[in-house]
């Protein structure tokens, strides 16, 4: 099965065109962090969202963690999938069980050691799907994603394989990357947001090239 395309720091609804336009089938739309490239105001969020095809999947990317903070964003977003990039409590998925329960939640686990494996154990009982990133969320700026860094594949590869959900998975993937990140991990998809950017903007070229390794 050929891996989904999570295009990610979507800036603009032309930006959501031009990476649909090269496969895309799912937009991440990144909202206030502590760090990293691509936040929007959940304002712009909205208006990408409203410009999607009901076929697209959009996420929106938050580092909330109150229960009522996430469900109130996630409302006003319109998004079909929630990303929750850092770890949250068990009452945050309830209460988006509850309120919003046509909406997909994504849990990241950011890849640092073999611990990795564990969270995942714990979140695929919760989350609809799991996310591997680079981040560093216990560093004294939090790193929650963007960095343009890989990880141990073999780890995410050891995920992807005993994880009861399916994986997405992102950091430092580019075009010259992907086709061996895929043939490695084998994700359910891939999720880049840096490696398909030139000075932040999302570059066609980037985009051909990878979508012709991908295949």
């Known amino acids: 099965m050929r891996a989904r395309l999570k295009v990610c720091c979507i800036a603009s609804v032309d930006e959501?065109?031009?990476?649909i336009e090269h496969g895309a089938t799912a937009l991440g739309l990144v909202s206030e962090m502590?760090?990293?490239?691509?936040?929007?105001p959940d304002e712009l969020i909205a208006e990408i969202t409203?410009?999607?095809?009901?076929?697209?999947?959009?996420?929106?990317?938050?580092?909330?963690?109150?229960?009522?903070?996430?469900?109130d964003q996630v409302r006003r977003a319109g998004t079909t999938?929630?990303?929750l990039v850092d770890d949250v409590e068990e009452d945050v998925y309830a209460a988006l069980r509850r309120e919003l329960p046509h909406v997909r939640i994504v849990q990241v686990v950011h890849v640092q050691d073999r611990d990795s494996i564990d969270q995942v154990r714990r979140a695929q009982d919760h989350a609809d799907m799991i996310l591997l990133d680079s981040g560093r969320p216990r560093a004294a700026v939090r790193e929650l994603g963007g960095t343009g860094r890989t990880h141990d594949w073999t780890i995410s590869a050891r995920i992807v394989e005993s994880c009861s959900k399916p994986v997405f998975l992102a950091g430092g993937i580019n075009p010259a990357n992907v086709r061996d990140v895929i043939d490695q991990v084998r994700p359910?998809?891939?999720?880049?947001?840096?490696?398909v950017r030139?000075?932040?903007?999302?570059?066609?070229?980037?985009?051909?090239?990878?979508?012709?390794?991908?295949?």
């Open 16 to 19: 959501a065109r031009l990476a």
């Open 34 to 40: 502590p760090s990293g490239p691509g936040p929007i």
């Open 50 to 71: 409203r410009a999607v095809p009901a076929a697209i999947d959009s996420f929106l990317l938050t580092c909330r963690s109150d229960p009522a903070g996430v469900v």
């Open 81 to 83: 999938t929630v990303q």
């Open 188 to 195: 359910y998809g891939i999720d880049l947001c840096t490696g």
């Open 198 to 215: 030139t000075n932040g903007a999302l570059d066609p070229g980037k985009l051909a090239a990878l979508t012709v390794q991908m295949r």
